[in-house]
Nanobody, 120 residues
Framework: QVQLVESGGGLVQAGGSLRLSCAAS????????MGWFRQAPGKEREFVAV????????YYADSVKGRFTISRDNAKNTVYLQMNSLKPEDTAVYYC?????????????WGQGTQVTVSS
């Protein structure tokens, strides 16, 4: 299995930036697609971004496109989410997830989440 641990969350003022990291352990991290999701209180979990195992395919939710950047460093077994121009509506618990490159995506593994709070 893959174990995922998020870090980098915190409190930031609107317009500011945060960089989330997700450290993965596992024998075959480089073969996994990686994604970021978020969940605000009382809301359903929503997709944020995904990056393929090779890094060659990246997709973003419309709500974050142009502001967030997902990247990965397979040598470091880490996926990142650079969040710029943060808005209060970005406040949520952010989770990273891993998929075994299956079709369709099924998101087999999840981290514990990290809180991001954006103040007005």
């Amino acid at each position: 299995q893959v174990q995922l641990v998020e870090s980098g969350g915190g409190l930031v003022q609107a317009g500011g930036s945060l960089r989330l990291s997700c450290a993965a352990s596992g024998r075959t991290f480089s073969s996994y697609h990686m994604g970021w999701f978020r969940q605000a209180p009382g809301k359903e979990r929503e997709f944020v971004a995904v990056i393929s195992w090779s890094g060659g395919n990246i997709y973003y939710a419309d709500s974050v496109k142009g502001r967030f950047t997902i990247s990965r460093d397979n040598a470091k077994n880490t996926v990142y989410l650079q969040m710029n121009s943060l808005k209060p509506e970005d406040t949520a618990v952010y989770y990273c997830a891993a998929d075994q490159a299956a079709t369709p995506l099924r998101w087999d593994y999840w981290g514990q989440g990290t809180q991001v709070t954006v103040s007005s």
